[in-house]
Structure formats: C-alpha cells, structure tokens
C-alpha cells in the first residue's frame, strides 16, 4: 500500500505523479491557485512489487511549482500481504 498527501504553497498548481520505478501508477492535481490560499490532494494505491523497485513522488510540469513541507506533505508505503507462498507465515 502506497500513500501520499502533498499540499502546495499558496498561489502555486502543479501535477505529479506516484511511480513505481518508471511507470506511473496514479497522477494527482494540485492546486492552491484560483482564491486558494494552499490546496492538498492525496492518493491510496494497493500494487504488487518486488524487492528492489523504486518508489517516487515526481512533480510532472515544467517550472518551479513548490509543496509546503514541514508535516504538510508526506509519502508513505508498507506491506499488506506477502506473496511468496513457499515461505511460512510467523505470527
């Protein structure tokens, strides 16, 4: 399971996109123009990977587009289900 909550500055839109290596696996907009002052957007996504994948936030325009950090935007990820069958289930 993967998460993310990203909150732009005020007076700033932008697109990005959660990856698993280079592919794409959910897009998110946002937008804390158009009387904003910040806006948030999030996004929960289940997915199958292996050892070794990568897992990124990436912005997706061209500019300097900001995110507020400090706890106001975050990723985060963690296992639901093992999938290797041969191994034996501890607990």
Not at 27 to 48: I, Y
Not at 62 to 81: M, R, W
């Amino acid at each position: 399971m993967l998460s993310t909550t990203l909150t732009t500055h005020a007076d700033h839109a932008s697109h990005y996109g959660l990856y698993v290596d280079n592919t794409v696996i959910a897009r998110l907009w946002v937008d804390g123009l158009h009387d904003h002052q910040f806006d948030s957007a999030s996004v929960d996504v289940v997915v199958a990977s292996t050892r070794g994948q990568a897992v990124s936030v990436r912005h997706g325009d061209i500019g300097d587009h900001g995110l507020e950090g400090e706890a106001q935007s975050l990723f985060s990820g963690f296992l639901l289900q093992k999938q290797d069958r041969s191994a034996e289930i501890v607990g």
